[in-house]
Nanobody, 114 residues
Framework: QVQLVESGGGLVQTGGSLRLSCAAS???????MGWYRQAPGKQREMVAT???????DYNDSVKGRFTISRDNAKNSVYLQMNSLKPEDTALYFCKAYSYMNFYWGQGTQVAVSS
């Protein structure tokens, strides 16, 4: 089992920045990590992922604005979000996954005002 706790969400104006953090209850060195988001009335979508080897992937809508990173020594993954837009407003979830298992955090709310 892995418990994931997200933090860093909040209300920000268009063009602003936020840094989300996800702290895991145990080592994540063997796990791929990702950030996902769900806006009201919409399906959950992938925002960014980082493999256990450090390879990253991004949703086209956030490329060039968001950066995912991981710190295995701190059992943590981060999402730096710059140039935020109102359409980035959503509940952001952290996910840890491997071939056999996956785990979700409870989410942190991000709201971007126009």
């Amino acid at each position: 089992q892995v418990q994931l706790v997200e933090s860093g969400g909040g209300l920000v104006q268009t063009g602003g920045s936020l840094r989300l953090s996800c702290a895991a209850s145990r080592s994540i060195v063997s796990m791929h990590m990702g950030w996902y988001r769900q806006a009201p009335g919409k399906q959950r979508e992938m925002v960014a992922t980082v493999t256990r080897g450090g390879n990253t992937d991004y949703n086209d809508s956030v490329k060039g604005r968001f950066t995912i990173s991981r710190d295995n020594a701190k059992n943590s993954v981060y999402l730096q979000m710059n140039s935020l837009k109102p359409e980035d407003t959503a509940l952001y979830f952290c996910k840890a996954y491997s071939y056999m298992n996956f785990y979700w955090g409870q989410g942190t709310q991000v709201a971007v005002s126009s």
